[in-house]
C-alpha cells in the first residue's frame, strides 16, 4: 500500500498568516493526489484536486502544487473559516490512501 | 445540485451485519464511479471501497481490512448505492461517507456503531 505522510501534525496560526503543508507519499503517485478540508462534525470538501487544480468554488487564497512523492498545500492568507483539518488523498493506486491530516487551529 | 443522502446506520453486535444506502441526485449517477469513505470517531479518514460504472461492469475494490466481509452494489435505475456489512467488528465503528472521490461529492455520513 502507499503511504502518505502528512507534516506538521498540527499548527497554530493566526488569520492573514501563510500556512503550508506538505504530503509525501512512499511511491510515485503521479499528480493524483486530492486536498481535502473537514470541519467537526461535516463531510470533507475538496479543495484541489490532480495535485494542483482548484475545485470550482473554491477561493484562490488555496493552492496546491507536487508530483511524484512530494506535494504542498497553501493558504496564502489564513481566514476565520479555515480553521479545520487538511487531508491529502491518493487516487493513483488502490487502495486509496488518505494522509493522517493536519489540523490548523488558532 | 449534487446529493448523497446516507441511511441504514445504527446500533450493532459483533459479527452482526447492516446495509448501508445511498440515493444520488443532481447527477448523472450512472456515469460515475462511487466510494464509500469511513471515519472512526476521533479518526482520520479511510476509504472503504470503489464501484466502477456499468462500462466497467460495476468492478469492485476494497480496503485490506474489510475484503471478504463487505459487499458494494448500485442499482443504477435508482440512482442508489450500497454498503452491505457482515461479519461486523467493534474496529468497524465509525461514520460511512457515500462519495465519489474523483470527483468531490459527498455525503453528510451515517453513523455504524458495533458494540455489544
Known amino acids: ?106 | 445540485e449534487v446529493q448523497l443522502v446516507e441511511s441504514g446506520g445504527g446500533l450493532v453486535q459483533p459479527g452482526g451485519s447492516l446495509r448501508l444506502s445511498c440515493a444520488a441526485s443532481g447527477f448523472r449517477f450512472t456515469d460515475y464511479y462511487m466510494d464509500w469513505v469511513r471515519q472512526a470517531p476521533g479518526k482520520g479518514l479511510e476509504w472503504v471501497g470503489r464501484i466502477r460504472d456499468k462500462a466497467n461492469s460495476y468492478i469492485t475494490d476494497f480496503a485490506a481490512s474489510v475484503k471478504g466481509r463487505f459487499t458494494i452494489s448500485r442499482d443504477d435505475s435508482s440512482k442508489s448505492l450500497y454498503l452491505q456489512m457482515n461479519n461486523l467488528k467493534t474496529d468497524d465503528t465509525a461514520v460511512y461517507y457515500c462519495c465519489s472521490l474523483a470527483d468531490g461529492f459527498w455525503g453528510h455520513g451515517t453513523m455504524v456503531t458495533v458494540s455489544s
Open chain 1, 1 to 106: 500500500d502507499i503511504q502518505m505522510t502528512q507534516s506538521p501534525s498540527s499548527l497554530s496560526a493566526s488569520v492573514g498568516d501563510r500556512v503550508t503543508i506538505t504530503c509525501q507519499a512512499s511511491q510515485d503517485i503521479s499528480n493524483l493526489l486530492h486536498w481535502y478540508q473537514q470541519k467537526p462534525g461535516k463531510a470533507p470538501k475538496l479543495l484541489i484536486y490532480d495535485a494542483s487544480n482548484l475545485e470550482a468554488g473554491v477561493p484562490s487564497r488555496f493552492s496546491g502544487s507536487g508530483s511524484g512523492t512530494d506535494f504542498s498545500f497553501t493558504i496564502s492568507s489564513l481566514q476565520p473559516e479555515d480553521f479545520a483539518t487538511y487531508y491529502c488523498l491518493q487516487l493513483n493506486i488502490f487502495p486509496f490512501t488518505f494522509g493522517p491530516g493536519t489540523t490548523v487551529d488558532i
